[in-house]
């Protein structure tokens, strides 16, 4: 017969693998899933990672006309890769925020439609968890066994703090 001590440690230990079953489970499900467009970056995060681009950076300039037409969106954009080359290019949205092209040479891509953005807030288990899943992403990347940036685009070369903190905003 069990001794009541060896009950509680298997009983314990099949809880703990629950968990993490349970943990795994989730994390395999949101890295599933298809990325979330919310801004003009994340389309564009979009469609270098679709053309297997490495990237650490995109940023935009407008001029004075593009930033006050409101409705089409123009932008130069500027694509600092993985090994420090700057790509230059541009986006343009004819309905605001829909019906999108990047033009990106350097990369490539020239006139690729970019997907629509959608706003819409996410829960914040599903944040924390892509959190989670960028911060082992970095850690795989920068321990030397990968060469790709994190998928998620929320994943910032250098950031080693832990996303195990959960804030509900």
């Known amino acids: 017969m069990m001794a009541e001590k060896d009950r509680r ?3 314990a230990a099949g809880m703990a693998v629950s968990v993490l079953m349970c943990l795994m489970l989730a994390v395999a499900i949101q890295s599933a899933r298809s990325p979330e467009i919310r801004t003009h970056k994340d389309a564009i995060a979009y469609a270098l990672r679709q053309q297997g681009v ?5 940023t935009f300039s407008q001029t004075w006309e593009e930033s006050v037409n409101l409705r089409v969106f123009n932008a130069a954009v500027q694509v600092r890769l993985a090994d420090g ?5 541009w986006i343009g949205c004819e309905q605001g925020d829909r019906v999108c092209f990047l033009v990106l040479r350097g990369a490539g891509i020239n006139g690729a439609r970019l997907p629509d953005i959608h706003y819409r807030r996410r ?3 599903q944040r924390w968890i892509d959190q989670v899943i960028a ?3 970095e850690q795989w990347t920068s321990s030397g066994y990968s060469s790709h940036i994190a998928a ?3 994943c910032h070369p250098g950031t ?3 996303p195990f ?3 509900f905003s």
């Open 123 to 125: 829960p914040a288990w």
């Open 165 to 167: 903190s959960v804030s």
């Open 9 to 11: 440690y298997l009983l």
């Open 54 to 58: 490495s990237y650490r950076e995109i």
């Open 152 to 154: 998620t685009g929320n």
């Open 160 to 162: 080693t703090s832990s």
């Open 85 to 89: 080359r700057t790509f230059h290019g």
């Open 135 to 137: 911060w082992f992403s």
